[in-house]
């Protein structure tokens, strides 16, 4: 197909014969599902993977969760880590709402959608996380309200499941709407999101305030009984979350052409100077009170960070992680980072690994070692966790892919609109 | 996904159908096709993918599926889900088995004291909990777990539970460790779905039937007292254990949480739990807090007596002592 004629088939879309919301999603599904022979490739790699995890999922089901390394002792993996990780990513897209909506910053106006995109995502991918962490996802249904038995307000883990589900709805609507209107080639009426905006602006907080709670609200686990866990996890989630943002708009850039202004990823280069700047001294603020007092409340981080009784699995994960924070953040602080350099990549790619280790397995793991009784039981995920988690994270992918296919294509036809206007 | 690829058009829209068709006609329709039967291919990977579930089907029927909370079943709901659960037990484990549902005694509060003195670590108690509560064979499950301290220290960091020698040894003491039955239960606060609560008694207790297997307890106990079935339970069908409670020994479902109850199928109907009466050193103590003139109340009034990581605030109905 050629670019004019290309041009003309997203012009005739926004003549909308569609005027239903579902005949739009369909219609979507359709664009979305276009592209050339890298966009297949890319898909159908993911899917494969999708596949492979789902399998793995299944298996576990049937036999039980000892095909997983998890025993009554480290009794949270690789699935919980990543599920407290994806909270961060979703939760740090409201870095671009803020700046767009609080400040009115107009170019952040024209990429916010991006940072809502990759919050549904993360979300989906989250719920997914729990859901392969279930002995017994058969009774999944005991969690719903009316039909289930929900422990609400006791218990934080019912909290956090009101808040992802609202979070994964309000960003729905939002994104949904916009680029309904968009499509339908009309001006969104702020009164149907301007306050939902507001909303997910509080919410993003909650997602991840309630998630720190989780685990900081349990006595037993001094390693995670600390009052700076939630402020620790808000400044690493608007670390990863907007370095996530910005290489999907390099990807956008170099896949589809869709170019956003220069600066709002300047702007989110700034938040995440000051973020990441946070996170490191509240990171050293935790470690020095662990290890100054000593005792056995820093036994879990001696563990983490040095090995204990013999025992050092979690050494080379976090010593990673310390080298990935630093150096990223050191690139993040040169000038080049502004730019559109490869600085500002590596940046990007070294700071969300290492939130990835330091908030997942660096967090997770060493509040199970020592135990409650002190016994030292060591984890490494096995094949089936990493087979599953694979799997989560390409159907992740998969569905960003298709949320920003179909962000692109509605754009991009806009913008023809106007042109030929 | 027939049509997927056309844009939308509005059906009297002729002058832009008639520029538009040349478009669509070829390369769509053999994009659409081929989309179709991927998406078609997808489904059917997917579906194969997830074909192992089909063993959940088999394994649980509807009525487990569809069944209430404990709190929820009437008197005639129950007796239907024990006489089910007895066939279950005699299909996959071949024991004949009595479900019973034993209640809480009004007036009664549970309590359990260990002698720390007395105690020699000789294990005759994990190994009575194991057999009473038709733990899984292969891994030798038990809810207690006894800790080989160190003498002079209090720390459980210098305890072992991995022991492997002749007991006891002169320089150790002993210190078993199971369910704490607290008044104040961080495990009971963080189920989501109130799987698992505090019964009048003073005992805690689990709807294994109920519970989703999050393990969130399991992170929220400080004691190491709630298990996981990672697996079903394999017991040989004469070491079943057939006089069986709902809310206490019967064989628990593959993935969901487990943890010592007390015995309360044989304590709510006036025998000692298994543990004390295996227990070859007279260190187990248990008995109702609400009788004054009882074994139990005799120790918290003259021995000097302690609870485990009371800093916490659990208020634990497992006590301590030293004579």
Redesign the interface.
Known sequence: ?TAN?RK??NV??L????RSYP?FL??G???A??GGLGFYVWMIVL?AIA??G??AW??Q??????V?N????V??GLYIANFTFGVGLAAGGVMMVIPAYLYDDEDMHKVVIIGEAVAIAAIVMCTLS?LV????????W??MPVI????WP?????WD?IVLNGYLVINLHIVGYLLYMRYLGRKPNPKWYVPFVFLSIIWAISIHTVTAF?YCG????PFWNTALLAPRFLASAFVSGPAFIILVMRILRITTGFAAPPKPARTLIQIIRVAMTINLVMLASELFTLFYTGG?HG?SAKYLFFGSHGHYGLVPWIWTAIACNLIGTGLFFMPDALERSNTRIAACILCIVGIWIEKGMGLIIP??I??????IVEYTPSLTEWKVTAGIWAFGFLLLTVLLKLITTVFAAEAHKTEIA | MTTDNSFPQEPHDGEHLKPLLPILDQPSTRRTLLKTAGAALGLAAFGEALSPLMVIPENVSVDEFLQQHYKELTDEDKKKVFARLEAETKERFGADVTITDSKPIPGVRFAYAINVSKCNGNGKCMEACNKENNHHRGVDQSYIRVLEMTKGSMDMENGSTTYDHTVPQDDKFYLPVQCQQCDNPPCVSACPIEATWKEDDGIVVVDYNWCIGCRYCEAACPYHARRFNWELPEIPPEEVNPNQGYLSNRIRPQGAMEKCHFCLHRTREGRAPACQEACPTGARVFGDLNDPDSAINYVLKNKRVFVLKEELGTKPSFFYFFD
Not at chain 1, 133 to 140: E, K, S, T, Y
């Open positions: 197909m004629a003309k088939r005739a879309a003549k909308h014969a569609v005949g369909w219609w599904l359709g664009q599902t276009n899917t596949l492979v789902a399998n299944a298996h089901v049937a036999r039980g969760m000892i997983t998890m025993t009554d002792h009794s949270w729990v962490d279930l002995g017994r996802p058969d009774r999944f005991h969690l289930g038995r929900v422990n006791v218990s934080m883990l019912t499941v989780l349990l006595g037993g686990r056995a036994e509040g199970f020592p135990s409650t009784l002190h016994e």
